[in-house]
Every structure is written in structure tokens, then in C-alpha cells.
């Protein structure tokens, strides 16, 4: 150690220029210990680890390296604390994100690491607890990835746009607590997107996309409810819900298209050169002119969203040729892909024409169903397409409905027929404003189904007894949806004052002040509800503005609706400057100046008897001529969404005080009520049984348009049920009676009334109460239109759960309709089969469950034909009985009653096997069908679909188990076993309809799937990817060998149609022998001989060109000739012989003489006798069966040489070989027993992980090698108590560290002591374990440790040190005490020669030179006496100085 003091002249030499110094012998120890280091790189763990697939060597999918090959990491279990690691180890700075998901693509080969369970303080990912190696549940879909802070990430912040063309376009995703996370889309729009395009400087927003139109996500989902202003510099200064607080799912995910992305959305859209505007070729603007829209993969799912957006009903056709002629010369650069839940053509997703240009004829095209006369229907009056007056249109004339009879069911037959959602209400008495010309239908009754309002019974057209003031209205659901603004007050201190902007090209921008004047104005206030334009204010300051100046030369009447109907400059030709913007200050700013108003006696602050404050009092509105305009104003007033009802007659109780208002007449457009014409305050001739009432949306009440009876004998009785917030929930019997459940009744269209039964008749279902009262009078249309008290208040005093039987319910008879129903389906002719029996609905099992089956079910319920018959509970677990189970049907019988089938309840199943249908009358009759051919069973073989009146097959790229498993679910084939490609049931025919198909695995349609447009590839038929289902998978009852010497060797023959037959030896081969040993579990194929070596069979020869991979479950998984098509005779009956004739029972295993039973000799039962093992090839792959075997986890060593001690005889097995994928050991190949070439030295051990695997670390040392033992001990780190602690023990600890040898096994004092509580006391182990697992601990547990101390260990060598290492730090040190010696006697040398000359020089400083540098102690000499630990606190410095760079 002396010669690190070289570093350190005598401290009374410090600051002279000669002093001697070691810096070139320091340098080159330096670079000899790195050269040492340099050698053992590779095993450091830094070089164990990457992040690939990303923008640096800091972010990127998690990939680690063993047995020499890189593999990924699962996200199960994946978080921050991993992240970290991650991080430290690669040394890129903190932990910025983790993702799970594919965020950087999937990786390949193997994935190695599984639950990763770190506490965030470790120095790399090896030191983590984890699933053994190469063990894990998980796909390449669920590869890990970490973004670390010294990456390019973190120049992006905390926003970005994915899985867009670029940057600028796509999924938003925020960073929120080290995880990227969606946005949900719930109301979500462009002035949200606004904020999101300017937070990343990609200009202003085109489109604020819902529906996952970007793909979906992965948790977590951040925000919810984002409500920006638009004025906000970052997305997280907007308003939202709390962060992880939603009610959404992935479907929802919000995304942004900004203009900087370049991307092409269409904005105004009309259907060209038909008969009517509901028909013909679709037409969008772009670039300002129109352009059509060419017809590549365009089908009913767009003609859909055309048809909505344009209010023309539902889709008829997409017709392709020359209908309607050739479109303009311009096509839009785009194709168009919608799911058919849109609401606008631009909410589809659009992409690149993937075949270059779109030829004319090639134009897209639509009909509607509103095309027909008779047939048109709208709502006017009110400002949505969805709420209003009811017109027909009949004799080429508009005219209004009469209110005679008219209820909710007219309503719904209207609202289905605009695809405008559910009917929400029914109002009569003119309330959208009375009509004019002719009233065309009167006595109006609808059943609720028709599909058009003139398929209704009602009196001959025009034959009526009414007047306009009996016009009915509608009001549908989807009117309560906020529509985009275009036009917005920006900058001001109210939303009815500031710079005027509107949006165009889904830009906004700036009105020009050239002319503008209050007529201008007039109309700006009108169109935002603002009320009326107040005087502009002198030196009004609304802000700079946007660029965009779109408007200019306004020249309003002041009479116009909307600012775009006045004149004016064409749209963005200006020579306006900048600055010079309009700007308006209207009434609705000044809100102090309005009368206050509000709702009482409602549900909530949004539904209630109207109150207005005048006077210092509050007082009621008389309903004389109360309708929709004036509830919309108070709506607006309240800040609660739109109209819903605008009920009279006291609806809501009679109010006290005052009548103030009587006779309202509001436009709709005021921005409060007291803005309205009425009498004057307190002048009325009314009283309060007349007072106004109002619900608005925002009072949730529209839920209650959703209602359904469960678990009653039919569709009109059961417990009633509502839906709100995703869930079903009932309602409470508190004042429950007759008139609340002929509400109901009518409601649902089921008559009158029987009774008002509670829980005891129908169940209480999972208990959830929504509504907790309701008090109707018996005369309403619907129940939302009563007095209710909701959402889950929990005030429900019986907890009982509301019921009804209505007129319309009946006795069954089973063969009916109405015994059989398809329910949880987007039809009523698709969704999960269900059927009455015994006074209850039930479900039916899947087994056998086919087409057949279905096509009975299709045409018991008039639904056509049958598209698909799901299993595996595609539309969702049914509840209570499973009815029927192995159904028969051979597809021509009338119902179901008629199929063979078990008797009534009698089954094996349970509801996640429940049967579905899907049949034509569904409207779901564009799904492409599906079938599996060139295999050996209808659920297994080569994919293809059927589309454009051809069948093609599917290219496996990226073709994966979770398609197959959409396959094998539409198929009615159970669940999917493999996903095999490159053609293996043979090349197919025709095109290749579909490539790069996506599947989630939780689709019920292989259509909903994600892929390229039809015929879009670059595959060939080499390519074409293939499915095998459970139910094609034979069991070994479906094969058997006979006439061999035993069941595993003899002639193969294959069960089908009822008929054993053989299989012809052409192409036969050991691979082929190998699936069939396999299925007969009778170990490995030993040979496939053919030419009947067992013999000719008789009958049919069934098989012919067989050829398996050798890896398949079942033959029925290869691929062959079809059944019974062979070229053979007998006399080429194949055959095979299989390794195994002697297992025919389950092995019984057993652990000996080890600390538990997870760990000791390994011992086998056979007749009737224990024996051993001999550890002749015996290894982790042996072990892991074994371990599985006894549910102990997986194996974590193989102890051989009698470890855990001699056996007793006999030695059953030898030359034992598992592949490690057996689930039983008797599934391994095993020698013949009890032959073998061993004695029992030689028994051969097993060390599992056990429920509880011990982990150990030290804690509180100086190193990683040497501290106090602790071991992980049910989540927990515990210390190890002292007694009986000796070298032995300590020693298996250090190997187990990989830190050598022990040194030493200090206890107590000598380290800190632990909690008090220790594991593993009195543990005693022989020295030769590897593993604390492997020594004796079977009085272990947590408890006070009585000596008090806790034991320790220090190792001889630092973990990761090799050998190799070792020895060139021992001539490193040896180098550096030769140099130093040279050294000395070089200083020596020369300070001897300096003293002399000094001596000569100064004889009278002798003395003191003498005593400052003393030739001894040239190396370090301290000048003062030193305590022993001042000396040691000394050198620890001189160590640290030296190591230092």
C-alpha cells in the first residue's frame, strides 16, 4: 500500500516547482486496469441491454441479451420503477416515459423476460425479480418500450401526435407520471384540436377526429371532457376531467389533423346528377372546387355515413358502372375508409389511392332511402336536422303531421328513418312553430319497426280533421349532440363580445371591418344566441387576430340566419390590412342585466318548473303559447345543453308566489328570458296549474329513453331497466304502482299495464339502482317524461327493483318467435341466442353449434338467411340458465324445437360457450363471408373471404393467433390453436383479397379487423395464411393404430362420416408419423412405414397426400386431399410405430428428502413402488416438467450426484428427455423402466422456485459482495438471524451472489443489526448448495430472532470479477511496487545529494531540514504522530485519490 503514497509529496514541499511525482506511473496503472476491464465489457450489464426502434440509443423497445441472442421484454407488470432501471443502466440520464404496446414496433424472436418486478433502486434489469428465462404468456404486441430523458423524446414534450402520416397528424397522446397515454373523444373538436396543433407548431386544425380514426391505444387513457377555449397555449392549460378520471375505452381515443401535415380532408359534401339530393355520385370540395370521390373500397359502411351527414335516412345501395354519369374533371387525391358509425364523412379515415390515378366511371356513388316519394321526412323549425317539426314530402309537396295519436313510437319510426338516434320525445300542439299549406297524415299509428313514417297505418293522405296549431314535432337523440361551431366571438370577456371570426376550410379566420355596420352585427348576436347587438364600444381592444382574413364588404339585411347568407367578398379575397377586424359586443355580454332564472321540482338543476327572479322574488311562467323556442333560450340561459321537453300544465308541481311572465314569444336566438316578448312583468290571466316547465340535456334525463324488461317470460315483462353511464341499472319500488308501469308499457309499445311487480318476481340483477323515484300520472308518452329522481342516489328505502307485465305479454309456445330472441346484438336479427323456457330466458351452448343451426334460428325470427353463427360468447356472456346444449339441426327445419338436441338443461358448459347468430336481416348482410378450405374439417385450413362476388384468400403478413381467433369465432369454431402461413394448406386461387390484416382478437367479424384495402398486397399465393380451430381439431378418439403389438404401432385409421378408413401411404413420412404419435400421446415417431406393413384395411381410404410440418396437435391440422379423394388402394395403407407402448396412466412424482417439497431427490411411482431417477442427460428442461408437475413453479436448478441424498432401490428411469413444453411427466420420452446403467450416486435432484422463491441480496456493506443477508420472503425483504450462522451458510450465499467464495460470516455487532424480525432461522446448509433454496429451512417463518443479531457475509471477491481479471490486478499491483522501489531509490538518490549541497550551503538549518524531510520516509512521512485511525482514515484517502482519474 505504500506505493500509492507516491501520489503525496511531504506537505512542506507542496508548492515546490522539483517535488517528485508518480502521474506517468499512475497513467499507465490507469490504462492496464482498463485494458483488464475492457476484457470482461461484454459481460458487464450495460452490454446486456438496448432500446431499439427508436429515434436514439435512450428510447426504444426493451431488448436484453441471453444465451447469446437478443429477445424483448413483455409489459406485464411494466412501469416506472423498470423504466428506471432501464435508464441508470444504459446511463441515458432519468426515467422520461414507459409504454407498453408495440409503441416501437414489435420485435421478433425470442421474449425472454416476463413480469419484471423492480423496486427502482437497482443499478441494472438483472438484479429485478422475473419469470424465469424464456417463460411468459405474451406476444410481440406487448413488447415493452422506455423513453429515457437523454434521448431526442425530450424535445417533444409532453404532447404528440401518433400513428399519423407525420408529426402533425394523428392519435393525441400526453405525458402524465412516466406514461404516455389517449385522450378520449368525448367532446372533443376543433377548438380543442386548435390548441393542439399550436402547442406543436403545426399550424391551425383541419379536423378533430373521434372513434380511434388514428387506431387505438394503450393505457392508461389521461383526459377526459377536454373543453378548451381555443386561446390556450398548451392542451393541459384547457379544462378536463381529473387525470385517469374517464368513462372510455380505446374506441374513443381523440386524435388532430393539422394543416401542416398536408393531408387532404374533405370539408362540404353532395350527392351529383340523381333524382333527388339523396341520390347519386359523391361529390366533395377540395382546393375550392368540387371533386368526386373515386370508388375504391367504397361499400354500404361510407354510402352510410354519406347518407347521414347528408339527412337522407339509411344507405341502400353503393352502385357501381356509370350511374349518374361521369363526375367533374377533378378526383380527390384520397380513398375513404369508414367503419359506418360516423357522423361525417370527414370523421373516415383517408388515405393515398393505393393504384395511382381514379379513371372516369370510377367515380363513387349512393343511394338513400330518402329518395323515394312518400318516403322523405325532416324536422324544421329548430335548428337541427335531428329536432323539430315533422314534413313529409308526398305529391311533389312538403306538409305537416296532425298530433292526433301521435306518441313515442311515431317518433322512434322517424328518428330511425333520419339515422338521427332514438326518439327522446313527441310533442304536439305546434310547439316547433306552426306549419303552413297542406297537413298530409292524421291518426298517425306507428308499432315502433317500420322503417319508414309512411309505412305507418294512419288516415289516406291529406284526410285530416286538424289545424297547424296541432303540428307534432320530434325530438331524437342525436340532436342533443353539440354541433361544430363556424362562427365565434374570440378575445372578448364573454363568449357574446369579441373579434368576429368563422371557420371555413376547417380554418378560422377574420372578418374585415369594410362596411360593417349593426345590421351586420345583428346577425352575428342572432346566430350565437347573443341576444341583440349593443352599440360598438370606443377603443374596443379584441386582439391582433389571425392571418386568415376570409371575409370582406359584409352587406347584411340584419334579417339573415346566418352571417355566410349576406353578402359579401368571395371567400379570402381582402385588401383588408391587418388589425382591421370586425367586431361585435352583443346584449347576451351584459349578463347582469338579465332577469336570473331557473328549474325547481326536477331531477336537477337543468329539468323543472321555470322561475324567474324579478322584484326581489321569484315567481312562475304561465305556458300560454310556451314552446321549444322559448325552453331553448332558458336551456342556453342556464348553460344546459339543448331542449328536450318543453312540457306544460304544471308538469312539475304548481309553484307559490308570483305568475311573473304569461305569453312568452322568444325567437330562440335571445340570450336570456327576460330578452323575450311577453306581457308585462305580473300581467297574466293564468293560474299555477299552468306554469311552464323545461328538461333540458344536460339533465341526463334523455337515458331514460333506453329501457328494457329482463328476465321476464317475453320482451313486455321483467324487471325494468335503464341505461346510463355504459351500465344497466333498475329502479327503485318506492311509489311504485300501476301508473308508473303503464308508462312503461307504452313506452316500449307492449300495450296496457297487467301489474307493477317488484324484485320478487323478476330478480334483482347485480343490484344497481339508477332511478331512486319515479312518479308518473299514467298518461305520459314515455318515462323520462315523469317526475324522476336519479343517478344512483342510493335513497331507494325497499332496495327493491321495479318490475312490470304489460297487455302485450303472452304464453309461449316454444316453436313461436317470441321463444327465441337474439339479444346484446346491434339488430334484432344478430346477437347472442337466447331461449324461453320454464318461466326464464337462457342460453344455448356452442357445442356443434354450426351454420345449420343458425340458419333455423334466422328463420324461426323472419331474419332471412344466416350470416355467421359465432361462439365463444361473441356478443358478450349470457346469465342465468344454459338451456339447450348439443344442438342438431340439419338447417331445413322450421324452428328450433324441432332440431335433435339434449334435454332441457342438461349440459357441460358454461356462458363464455354461449351461441350468437348473425343472419342477412340484421342490415349487416355486407360482411364479406368467411370459410376454411383445403384442411380436413370446416375449422381448419386455408383462409378466404368472399368479396366483389369472388373468393380470395388472405397473405399471412403479419397474420397472427389473434386473427385466427376472430376466424375461428365467426366460424362457430371454438378458439383458435395455430395461425399457420406460408401457404401450408396449399396455394390458393384467385386474388388475394386482404394483406397485413390487424386483429385485436375481440372482434365477432373478421370485416372489423384492420388490413389493407381489398386487393391491396404484395403477397403471392405462397403467402396465403391459414387457421386451425379447436373444433377441427380430432381427439385420439377420431384416430386410432390397429393390428400392431400393441395401440402405439399398427395401420393408421381415421373416424369420419361415422366410418373408419385409412390413410394412403403417398408422401408419408416421419412427420406425418409424428402428429399422429402425438395425438395418440404416445411419445415420439420410431418410423412410418406404408405398403401395409399392419396389413389392408377395409372400407373407404380416406386420406390421401398427407402432409404435416410435424408440429401440429391433431392430424385434422395437416394438410391433405379432401375427404375420401385418393388415387390408392389398400395396399398403400399407411402405418406408424410410436416410441411409447408402456404409458398409459399419469406418472406420479414425487420430491424426497429436500427442505420442502419443491426441492429434493426426484422419485417416480410405478407399480406400486417408489424408485429414483439416474441424472444420466438430466437437466432445467427434465426439471421443468417436473416442477410444473407438482404446481411449484419452474425449475431453478438440477442438483445431480445424489445432492439431496441416496435413494433406496429401485432406479426406475434413465436417459430421461423432455422437451421442457410437457404439461405431465408421463408426456416426456421415458427409457423402458427399470433399465438403466446407474447406482444410486447417481439420483438425480430438482430445485423449484417454489409459490415463494428465496431471493437474497446484502444490504448496509461496502460493496455488492460483503453486508447483512436479507432474503425476499412474501413480498418482503427480511433479514437473516445469526444463529448457527457459520461459513457454510454464508458460503452458499456468496455463489449465490456470484461473489465467490465466503471470507468470513460476521454476526451482531459487526454489521448493522436488522428489524428484529428474521427469516430462515437456524438454517443450515452443507456449503455445497448453489442456492438458499436448496438447504434445509423447514421450521422457517417470520418471528423475533432470539439472539438478537443478524447475519452477514463478506465475499472474496466484487460480483462480475473474473479470473481472468484477478490475475491482471495482481501483476498490475505487482508492476506498481516495482516501479515504486525504482522510484524510491531514485528519489533517495537524489534528495541525499540536495541535502548535502544544502548542508554545505546552510549548515545552520540542519535541524530543521532534517526534521521536515526525512529520507526514510521519501514515499509519505507524515510530520506529526497519528492515532492508528487517523492513519487509516488517511490511507482510505490516498486510495480514493489514486483510483481518481
Not at 76 to 85: A, L
Not at 1120 to 1132: I, K, L, R, V
Not at 1434 to 1443: C, V
Request: hydrophobic share 35%; proline share 4%.
Amino acid at each position: 500500500m505504500g506505493m500509492l503514497g507516491c501520489l503525496h509529496p511531504s506537505p512542506s514541499r507542496l508548492g515546490g516547482r522539483n517535488q517528485p511525482s508518480c502521474g506517468g506511473a499512475k497513467s499507465a496503472g490507469t490504462l492496464l486496469l482498463m485494458a483488464c476491464l475492457w476484457g470482461t465489457a461484454a459481460e458487464s450489464p450495460g452490454g446486456l441491454l438496448r432500446l431499439v426502434g427508436g429515434p436514439s440509443r435512450c428510447a426504444g423497445r426493451v431488448e436484453v441479451l441471453h444465451n447469446g441472442t437478443w429477445g424483448t421484454v413483455c409489459d406485464d407488470g411494466w412501469g416506472s420503477p423498470e423504466g428506471q432501471v432501464v435508464c441508470r443502466q444504459l446511463g441515458c440520464g432519468t426515467l422520461l416515459s414507459v409504454a407498453p404496446g408495440t409503441r416501437y414496433g414489435e420485435g421478433t424472436g425470442q421474449i425472454w423476460l416476463d413480469e419484471v418486478n423492480c423496486t427502482g433502486e437497482e443499478r441494472d434489469l438483472s438484479e429485478c425479480r422475473a419469470r424465469p428465462w424464456g417463460e411468459h404468456n405474451c406476444q410481440h404486441v406487448e413488447d415493452a418500450s422506455v423513453e429515457c430523458s437523454d434521448s431526442s423524446i425530450t424535445a417533444l414534450g409532453t404532447l404528440q401526435l401518433l400513428n399519423g402520416p407525420n408529426r402533425c397528424a394523428g392519435r393525441v397522446e400526453v405525458l402524465h407520471n412516466h406514461m404516455w397515454g389517449t385522450v378520449c373523444d368525448d367532446g372533443w373538436d376543433l377548438v380543442d384540436a386548435a390548441v393542439v396543433c399550436r402547442q406543436l407548431g403545426c399550424g391551425t386544425p383541419l379536423s378533430a377526429t373521434s372513434g380511434a380514426h388514428f387506431g387505438r391505444g394503450h393505457d392508461p387513457i389521461w383526459l377526459d371532457e377536454v373543453n378548451c377555449t381555443g386561446t390556450e397555449d398548451t392542451l393541459f392549460d384547457c379544462q378536463a376531467s381529473a387525470w385517469g378520471n374517464n368513462n372510455c375505452f380505446h374506441g374513443e381515443d381523440a386524435g388532430v389533423i393539422c394543416s401542416a401535415s398536408e393531408m387532404s380532408v374533405a370539408t362540404k359534401l353532395r350527392l351529383a346528377n340523381g333524382s333527388t339530393h339523396c341520390e347519386g355520385r359523391v361529390e366533395v370540395t377540395h382546393n375550392g372546387t368540387w371533386a368526386a370521390l373515386c370508388d375504391e373500397g367504397w361499400g354500404l359502411a361510407e354510402a352510410r355515413v354519406v347518407c347521414r351527414q347528408l339527412g337522407c335516412g339509411r344507405a341502400l345501395s353503393a352502385p357501381g358502372g356509370f350511374h349518374f354519369g361521369q363526375g367533374p374533371g377533378q378526383m380527390w387525391p384520397d380513398s375513404v375508409s369508414c367503419v359506418g358509425t360516423e357522423t361525417a364523412l370527414s370523421a373516415c379515415k383517408a388515405k393515398p389511392r393505393g393504384n395511382g390515378t381514379c379513371h372516369h366511371g370510377r367515380e363513387a356513388r349512393v343511394v338513400c332511402a330518402g329518395n323515394s316519394e312518400g318516403d322523405q321526412v325532416r324536422l324544421v323549425n329548430y335548428g337541427s336536422r335531428c329536432a323539430g317539426r315533422v314534413e313529409v314530402f308526398h305529391n311533389k309537396k312538403w306538409g305537416t303531421v296532425c298530433d292526433d295519436n301521435w306518441d313515442l313510437l311515431d317518433a322512434e319510426v322517424v328518428c330511425r328513418q333520419l339515422d338521427c338516434g332514438r326518439a327522446l320525445s313527441a310533442p304536439g300542439g305546434g310547439q316547433f312553430g306552426r306549419g303552413d299549406g297542406i297537413i298530409w297524415m292524421d291518426e298517425t299509428n306507428c308499432t315502433g319497426m317500420e322503417s319508414t313514417l309512411s309505412a305507418c297505418r294512419a288516415r289516406p293522405w291529406g284526410i285530416n280533421n286538424c289545424y297547424h296549431g296541432e303540428d307534432a314535432g320530434v325530438v331524437c337523440s342525436d340532436s342533443i349532440i353539440p354541433e361544430p361551431a363556424h362562427l365565434q366571438l374570440a378575445n372578448g370577456s364573454h363568449r357574446c363580445a369579441g373579434r368576429v371570426e368563422v371557420l371555413h376550410q376547417e380554418e378560422w379566420g377574420a372578418v374585415c371591418d369594410h362596411g360593417w355596420d349593426k345590421q351586420d352585427a345583428e346577425v352575428v348576436c342572432r346566430q350565437l344566441g347573443c341576444g341583440t347587438a349593443l352599440p360598438a364600444l370606443e377603443g374596443a381592444d379584441f386582439g391582433t387576430g389571425p392571418r386568415r382574413i376570409w371575409l370582406d364588404n359584409m352587406n347584411c339585411q340584419g334579417t339573415e340566419p346566418a352571417l355566410t347568407k349576406c353578402r359579401a367578398s368571395p371567400w379570402g379575397e381582402s385588401s383588408c390590412s391587418h388589425g382591421k377586424h370586425a367586431s361585435v359586443v352583443c346584449s347576451g355580454s351584459a349578463v347582469s342585466t338579465f332577469a336570473p332564472v331557473r328549474l325547481v321540482d326536477g331531477p336537477g338543476r337543468c329539468a323543472g318548473r321555470v322561475e324567474v327572479f324579478h322584484n326581489e322574488k321569484w315567481g312562475t311562467v304561465c305556458d300560454d303559447s310556451w314552446d321549444f323556442m322559448d325552453a331553448k333560450v332558458v336551456c342556453r340561459q342556464l348553460d344546459c345543453g339543448t331542449v328536450v321537453m318543453a312540457p306544460r300544465r304544471a308538469h312539475f308541481g304548481q309553484g307559490q308566489g308570483p305568475i311573473w311572465l304569461d305569453d312568452v314569444r322568444c325567437m330562440g336566438t335571445e340570450a336570456a328570458l327576460s330578452e323575450c316578448r311577453a306581457k308585462g312583468w305580473g300581467v297574466h290571466g293564468c293560474e299555477h296549474g299552468e306554469d311552464a316547465g323545461v328538461v333540458c340535456s344536460g339533465s341526463g334525463i334523455s337515458d331514460l329513453g333506453s329501457l328494457r324488461l329482463v328476465n321476464g317470460s317475453d320482451l313486455c315483462s321483467g324487471k325494468v331497466e335503464v341505461f346510463h353511464d355504459q351500465r344497466w341499472g333498475g329502479i327503485c319500488t318506492d311509489g311504485w304502482d300501476l301508473a308508473e308501469a303503464h308508462v312503461v308499457c307504452r313506452q316500449l309499445g307492449c300495450g296496457a299495464a297487467h301489474s307493477a311487480a317488484g324484485s320478487a318476481w323478476f330478480g334483482t340483477g347485480d343490484g344497481l339502482i339508477w332511478v331512486d323515484a319515479v312518479e308518473c300520472t299514467g298518461t305520459e308518452g314515455a318515462l323520462f317524461e315523469c317526475k324522476v329522481k336519479f343517478w344512483g342516489a342510493e335513497s331507494c328505502k325497499s332496495r327493491g327493483h321495479a318490475g312490470v307485465s304489460c297487455s302485450a305479454s303472452a304464453d309461449l309456445d316454444p316453436g313461436s318467435s317470441e321463444a327465441l330472441r337474439l339479444v346484446s346484438g346491434p339488430h334484432r336479427c344478430a346477437g347472442r341466442v337466447e331461449v324461453f323456457h320454464n318461466q326464464q330466458w337462457g342460453t344455448i351452448c356452442d357445442d356443434s353449434w354450426d351454420l345449420n343451426d343458425a340458419a333455423v334460428v334466422c328463420r324461426q325470427l323472419g331474419c332471412g338467411t344466416a350470416m355467421s353463427a359465432p361462439g365463444l360468447s361473441g356478443f358478450g356472456q349470457g346469465s342465468g340458465p344454459i338451456w339447450l346444449d348439443g344442438v342438431s339441426c340439419l338447417g331445413t327445419e322450421a324452428t328450433l324445437a324441432e332440431c335433435p338436441v339434449k334435454p332441457w338443461g342438461h349440459h357441460t358448459c358454461n356462458h363464455v360457450e354461449d351461441a350468437s347468430v348473425v343472419c342477412s336481416g340484421s342490415g349487416i348482410a355486407s360482411i364479406p363471408r368467411l370459410r376454411l378450405v383445403g384442411g380436413l374439417s370446416e375449422c381448419a385450413g386455408r383462409v378466404e373471404v368472399f368479396y366483389n362476388n369472388k373468393w380470395g384468400t388472405v397473405c399471412d403478413d403479419s397474420w397472427d393467433l389473434r386473427d385466427a381467433a376472430v376466424v375461428c369465432r365467426q366460424l362457430g369454431c371454438g378458439v383458435a390453436l395455430s395461425a399457420p402461413s406460408s401457404a401450408r394448406f396449399g396455394w390458393g386461387a384467385g386474388p388475394i383479397w386482404l394483406d397485413d390484416v390487424s386483429c385485436t382478437g375481440e372482434e365477432t367479424d373478421f370485416s372489423k379487423c384492420q388490413a389493407k384495402m381489398w386487393g391491396i398486397h404484395n403477397c403471392h399465393h405462397g403467402e396465403d395464411a391459414g387457421v386451425v380451430c379447436a373444433a377441427g381439431n380430432s381427439s385420439s378418439a377420431d384416430l386410432q393404430l390397429v393390428d400392431g403389438p400393441h395401440r402405439c404401432a399398427g395401420r393408421v385409421e381415421v373416424l369420419h362420416a361415422g366410418q373408419w378408413g385409412t390413410v394412403c401411404d403417398d408422401g408419408w413420412d416421419l412427420n406425418d408419423a409424428a402428429v399422429v404419435c402425438r395425438q395418440l400421446g404416445c411419445g415420439r415417431a420410431e418410423a412410418a412405414p406404408g405398403r401395409a406393413r399392419f396389413g389392408r384395411g377395409m372400407g373407404r381410404i380416406w386420406l390421401d397426400d398427407v402432409a404435416c410440418a410435424g408440429s401440429e396437435d391433431a392430424l385434422a391440422q395437416c394438410r391433405a386431399h379432401p375427404w375420401g379423394q385418393s388415387n390408392c388402394n389398400h395396399g398403400e395403407d399407411a402405418s406408424v410405430v410410436c416410441s411409447d407402448a408402456n404409458v398409459t396412466k399419469e406418472v406420479q412424482v414425487r420430491l424426497a428428502n429436500g427442505p420442502n417439497r419443491c426441492a429434493g431427490r426426484v422419485e417416480v411411482l410405478h407399480e406400486q413402488r417408489w424408485g429414483t431417477i439416474c441424472d444420466d442427460s438430466w437437466d432445467l428442461k427434465d426439471a421443468k416438467v417436473v416442477c410444473q408437475q407438482l404446481g411449484c413453479g419452474t425449475a431453478v436448478s438440477v442438483p445431480d450426484q445424489a445432492h439431496f441424498g441416496h435413494g433406496l432401490d429401485p432406479i426406475w428411469l434413465d436417459d430421461v428427455e423432455c422437451t421442457g413444453m410437457e404439461t405431465t411427466f408421463s408426456q416426456c420420452s421415458l427409457s423402458s423402466w427399470g433399465l438403466h446403467n446407474c447406482n444410486h450416486n447417481e439420483d438425480a435432484g430438482v430445485v423449484c422456485s417454489g409459490t415463494d422463491p428465496l431471493q437474497v441480496r446484502v444490504q448496509d456493506g461496502p460493496g455488492p459482495c460483503a453486508g447483512r443477508v436479507e432474503v425476499l420472503y412474501n413480498a418482503t425483504w427480511h433479514g437473516v438471524c445469526g444463529s448457527r450462522w457459520s461459513l457454510l451458510e454464508a458460503g452458499v450465499v456468496c455463489r449465490q451472489l456470484g461473489c465467490g467464495p465466503a471470507q468470513s460470516a460476521p454476526v451482531g455487532a459487526q454489521l448493522r443489526q436488522g428489524d428484529g424480525h428474521a427469516l430462515l432461522e437456524g438454517l443450515s446448509c452443507r456449503g455445497t448448495e448453489s442456492l438458499l433454496l436448496e438447504c434445509q429451512q423447514r421450521e422457517t417463518g417470520l418471528g423475533p430472532c432470539t439472539q438478537g443479531s443478524a447475519a452477514g457475509v463478506v465475499c472474496t471477491k466484487p460480483k462480475g470479477a473474473t479470473t481472468s481479471c484477478s490475475v491482471l490486478i495482481a501483476l498490475l499491483v505487482l508492476v506498481m511496487l516495482l516501479s515504486g522501489v525504482l522510484l524510491w531509490l531514485n528519489l533517495k538518490r537524489r534528495c541525499m545529494a540536495a541535502a548535502q549541497a544544502g548542508a554545505r550551503q546552510h549548515p545552520g538549518d540542519q535541524n530543521t531540514s532534517a526534521t521536515s524531510f526525512r529520507p526514510v520516509g521519501a514515499i509519505y512521512l507524515p510530520t506529526k504522530p497519528e492515532s492508528p485511525e487517523d492513519a487509516d482514515t488517511e490511507m482510505t484517502q490516498l486510495m480514493k485519490e489514486d483510483a481518481a482519474p
